[in-house]
């Protein structure tokens, strides 16, 4: 995690990203005047791309979100401790990487947030599963259309609600 200054990160009016990292990258983001936008996104390569072309992407499209939303207080990612297969467990490294890297060079706060906390803040219950998580934030009036984006939300209301985890 990043801080600006000596002050812990906390969100204030700021415009906040959470992102849901993977091929597949859910994102939620509150701008300054409230408002919540929220989707996911691809990364998948095209049979011609290199290795790191879903990364360049992933940069790329940081930076116009960024842009679009007039700048950018602090981003909070899910911090995955655990995957299930090799190459699962790679490309996250990838997104982690590239995130953390586009942060520090445009001195954005970042902070991960595991996967349990998200979980147990929008169900009450930190090993819930996908739909539980989808219907949590469904309830809370949002439309996600698939897991990623249902976690990013998730994520931001954690974010927004306990201030980024200081309460």
Same mark, same amino acid.
């Given at each position: 995690m990043v801080h600006l200054g000596t002050d812990p990160l906390r969100p204030g009016q700021g415009p906040l990203l959470a992102l849901d990292l993977g091929t597949t990258t859910g994102w939620a983001l509150r701008l300054a005047t409230g408002?919540?936008?929220?989707?996911?996104?691809?990364?998948r390569p095209s049979r011609f791309d290199g290795g790191g072309m879903r990364f360049v992407r992933f940069s790329a499209w940081l930076a116009t979100l960024i842009t679009d939303a007039g700048g950018l207080e602090a981003i909070y990612f899910e911090e995955v401790r655990r995957h299930l297969g090799v190459d699962a467990a790679h490309l996250y490294g990838g997104f982690l990487a590239t995130l953390t890297a586009w942060c520090e060079h445009r001195a954005i706060a970042y902070q991960g947030v595991p996967v349990g906390t998200i979980k147990r803040h929008a169900t009450a219950k930190g090993n819930a599963g996908k739909d539980a998580v989808?219907?949590?934030?469904?309830?809370?009036?949002?439309?996600?259309?698939?897991?990623?984006?249902?976690?990013?939300?998730? $994520?931001? $209301?954690?974010?927004?609600?306990?201030?980024?985890?200081?309460?």
């Open positions: 408002q919540i936008l929220h989707g996911s996104v691809s990364f989808i219907a949590a934030v469904t309830a809370r009036g949002f439309n996600p259309k698939d897991d990623n984006e249902a976690d990013a939300i998730a $994520l931001l $209301l954690w974010a927004i609600e306990t201030k980024g985890g200081v309460r």
